[in-house]
């Protein structure tokens, strides 16, 4: 598919505007096809149900480069703060980020050094210990990264069912939008196309409320991947969307802008339909970060 080289227009939706300050209503459909990651709504194929949506927070920054121990930092104050409410009885909504990485590689609860190319006392970007699964991964410009903070109590108390269901919002984001066929792949996380992970994904969840989450290579410089093995895989590659539609990574900036905006309204509006949330964007000013 050369989509940008032949002057591809990407669709970017109103979604993210028509959902600023709503409280709307969605509709579900037996099209959604969520019984296939066992999702906790029964659903009739030939029946429309309308139901209120769960309200979730968005916290839109996929344009800016945000320092990864800033946004780690929001996510364990939010999580605190979702904790309390909810022995309060008093957790009505969920939150994500969506945003863009300064260069950094960061490493799971259990990560092994041996999966590490260079001296972890002399790393080429910054390095953190994290509490996520999984192993070493990179993230940087070109990528954009989501992490939920969802109470499993109001959607399905199965990690499994979350990280499938983390993996669906990208695999129908790349089939909607650009018509690509990515997959699971069987025995491990992520999203892949062919034998290229295109997807990451690597959670935590305390209390039965997520934090981290995802990252999808969509312009990404996969350069910083040589110094690692990415999550610990030996015989696979990583790879991006922007490879996928035009075979280099290298591109205008306008049109990687495009595809950028194209990608995070596809990913918005999947992750909505997938765990049934109503998104409503809150300025990061909003955010009081605990101490």
């Avoid at 969520?34 to 979730?56: F, G, P, S, W």
């Avoid at 904790?83 to 309060?88: N, V």
Wanted: proline letters at 3%; one cysteine or more.
């Amino acid at each position: 598919m050369m989509l940008i080289s032949a002057g591809f227009v990407y669709p970017v939706s109103s979604h993210r505007k028509a959902t600023e300050g709503c409280h709307h209503k969605l509709y579900l459909k037996g099209l959604l096809k969520l019984d296939q990651i066992n999702h906790v709504v029964a659903r009739d194929a030939k029946t429309m149900i309308c139901r209120e949506a769960r309200r979730c927070e968005c916290f839109d920054l996929y344009e800016d480069l945000v320092p990864y121990k800033e946004s780690w930092s929001w996510q364990k104050s939010l999580l605190k703060t979702r904790q309390t409410l909810a022995e309060r009885n008093e957790d009505h909504y969920d939150s994500l980020f969506i945003l863009q990485h300064q260069p950094v590689y960061t490493l799971g609860t259990g990560s092994l050094e041996k999966f590490l190319k260079f001296d972890i006392n002399n790393a080429p970007y910054d390095l953190y210990h994290t509490e996520r699964g999984g192993e070493v991964t990179y993230h940087g410009p070109g990528q954009l990264v989501m992490y939920p903070i969802v109470n499993l109590r109001h959607h399905k108390m199965d990690l499994h069912w979350y990280l499938r269901a983390l993996e669906e919002v990208v695999i129908r984001a790349l089939s909607a939008t650009f018509s690509i066929n990515a997959s699971r792949s069987e025995g491990l996380t992520g999203v892949w196309v062919g034998n290229k992970k295109l997807a990451a994904v690597g959670i935590r969840v305390s209390r039965w409320i997520t934090y981290h989450g995802l990252a999808l290579n969509v312009t990404t410089d996969l350069s910083p991947f040589q110094h690692i093995i990415p999550c610990g895989i030996h015989d696979r590659e990583v790879g991006t969307l922007a490879e996928l539609l035009q075979g280099s990574p290298k591109n205008g900036a306008e049109e990687n802008n495009s595809l950028m905006d194209a990608v995070h309204d596809s990913l918005l509006k999947e992750f909505s339909e997938v765990f049934q949330l109503s998104i409503q964007h809150r300025p990061i000013e909003d955010l009081e970060v605990l101490e």
